[in-house]
């Protein structure tokens, strides 16, 4: 089981979050809040790229493929009306690997989507992800 905590920080918007051990502020950006920390958004799409490059890297490790690095960018579309959820989510994977082919990259974006990255299990029912790559030759 994970466990996450906030607790209200300033008296407005801003929250210190904990978990295992680790700190994350948010907050929102004026009227609402001060603008000190990340929006509860901007930290989902931070874990959905980190997860998505995880879960490559680890496939790229099982496949004995090299990687020399790796950036995982984000774009959610938020609807204007409340609740204001993205619509869409864009997803790019820039890869650093000279023996990384297409053929695998499809297939580990793929898999982690279909199966081994969590965060884009639990959302692709309900906000499509679009994903694409680059593989850039060292």
Request: glycine share 10%; hydrophobic share 40%.
């Amino acid at each position: 089981t994970l466990a996450a905590s906030a607790e209200l920080s300033n008296g407005r918007m801003m929250f210190r979050g904990e978990s295992g051990g680790h700190t994350v502020m948010t907050d929102y950006v004026p009227p609402y809040g001060d603008g000190q920390g990340f929006m509860p958004l901007q930290l989902f799409l931070m874990s959905l790229t980190t997860c998505l490059g995880g879960t490559v890297r680890a496939l790229a490790g099982a496949m004995k493929r090299h990687v020399g690095g790796m950036t995982v960018t984000a774009e959610g579309d938020r609807r204007e009306a409340h609740p204001t959820m993205f619509d869409s989510i864009r997803l790019h994977v820039r890869v650093v690997s000279d023996d990384i082919t297409e053929d695998d990259m499809a297939a580990m974006l793929k898999r982690a989507e279909e199966t081994l990255c969590p965060l884009a299990a639990m959302v692709k029912a309900t906000v499509p992800l679009h994903m694409d790559y680059e593989i850039v030759r060292e």
